[in-house]
C-alpha cells in the first residue's frame, strides 16, 4: 500500500511537470504556426508557471478544510479540461487563456501530496518517502520532452496537449478509484476567511520558514533556468534538433532519481544536516565544473560535457531538498496543507521568476547560464544558513 500511495503521490506530482516540459520541443513551431516571436512565445510559459504559483498558495488550505481527496478530483478535471481546450486552440489567445488554466489546476497534486505524506509519515520515514517521490516524480521531466520532440516531429504541435488531456484523464480515474482520504474529518479546519488569513500572517511571520522556502526555491532555480532555456540551449547552443532533448534531460534528471535513492536509504544513517552539506557540496562542485568548462570552450560546447555537471548537481540537490522541506513543514504541525501550499508557492514563484525573466536574459551563452546557476547556489546555501541562526535564535529565547 505504501508503494502504490507513493508512485500516486508521484504521478500527481508530475502532473505540472508534464505540462512544463512535453511542449518545450515544440515553442518554435507554435510561434511559426500564430506568427509570434519567440518571447511571445516564452509567455506560455510563464503564463502557466505564475498561475501555478499563484493557486498554490490555496490548495493546502482548501485540503485542509474539505479533504485532501475532493480538492485533488477538482483539480484534476479542471486540468483535464483544459489541455482539451489547448489541444483545439485556435488562436495564439485562446492558447494562453487555456495554459493559464492548466497552472491553476496542475499544482494541487505536489501541493497535496505533501501534506498526505506529513499526514501519514513523520520524521525519517517522511524524508524516506519524499525521496521516493522524487525519484519516480523525476522521470517525468526526462520522458516528457523526448516524447514531446518525437510527437511533434510525428503528429504536431497540438499532438502534445492532446497527451496531456488523456494524462489528466487518466490520473482522475486512478484518484478516483485510488487514492484514500488522509485528513479526518475531526482535523480538519473550519473554512473562514480571519482565521484563514491568521494562519497565512502566522506562516509568513516565521522567519525559519520563509529562509528554508527560498533555499528551497533558489537551488531548484538550476533546473528552472536550463528548463527555461531549454529550446535555446539544445537547438541554439547545442545544435541539435527537435528530437534531441534527451541529451540534457536525461543527465538532469538521471542525477534527480540516482539522488533520490542514494539519499532515501542513508536518512536512517546520516542526520539531516549532513545530508543537506553533503548536498550542497555536491551542487558547488557541479557548479565549479560547469563554469570552468563553458568558460574554457566558449562557442564550442557539446555533449557530453555540456551536460554531465548539470546531472552532478541535480544529484545533490535531490539528496538535500527532502531535509530541507521535512524541516520547513515540520514548524507547523496542525497547519501541513497550509505550510506546504507556502513553501510550494515560494518554490514555484522562484521557477517562474527564473525561468520566465532571468533565463531569456542568458539566452545563446552557455557560460551565461552556468554562472546563473552558480548565483542561484550561492545565494540558496546564504537562506540556508540564515535558517539555520533564526533557528537558534529561536531555540536560545525560551533559555535567556
Known sequence: MQRLLTVILACLGMVGALAIDT???????????????????????SVFLFT???????????????????VILAALAMYTLASFGAALAPTFGWLLAFRALQGLSAGAGSVIGQAIVQDRFSGADAQRIMSHIMMVFGLAPAIAPILGGWLHVSFGWRATFWFLTLFGAVMLLVCWKLLPESLAPDKR?????????????????????LL?????????????????????FVMAILHLPETAFAWMF????????????????????????????IGYGLMALACVLNVGYTAWSGDRVAVPWAVLPLMVYTFGLAVAMPA?????LGLFPHNRGLASSMLAFIQMMSFALV???????????????????AAGLVLSFIACQLAGWAARDTAQAPAA
Open 212 to 232: 528554508l522556502s527560498l533555499a528551497v526555491g533558489l537551488a531548484f532555480g538550476g533546473l528552472s533556468i536550463y528548463i527555461g532555456a531549454a529550446a535555446d
Open 355 to 373: 525561468s520566465g525573466l532571468v533565463a531569456p536574459q542568458l539566452f545563446g551563452s552557455a557560460f551565461k547560464l552556468a554562472c546563473g546557476v
Open 52 to 70: 501555478f504559483a499563484f493557486m498554490m498558495l490555496f490548495y493546502g488550505t482548501l485540503s485542509d478544510s474539505f479533504g485532501r481527496r475532493p
Open 324 to 328: 530541507l522541506q521535512v524541516a520547513a
Open 189 to 209: 479546519h473550519a473554512f473562514h476567511g480571519g482565521a484563514i488569513a491568521r494562519n497565512y500572517l502566522k506562516v509568513l511571520g516565521h522567519p525559519q520558514f
Open 23 to 45: 511542449y518545450l520541443p515544440s515553442i518554435p513551431a507554435i510561434g511559426r504556426h500564430f506568427a509570434v516571436g519567440p518571447v511571445a512565445v516564452q509567455q506560455t510559459l
Open 250 to 277: 536525461i543527465p538532469l534528471i538521471s542525477g534527480m532519481v540516482i539522488g533520490s535513492a542514494w539519499g532515501g536509504k542513508r536518512v536512517a544513517r546520516y542526520p539531516a544536516g549532513a545530508l543537506r552539506r
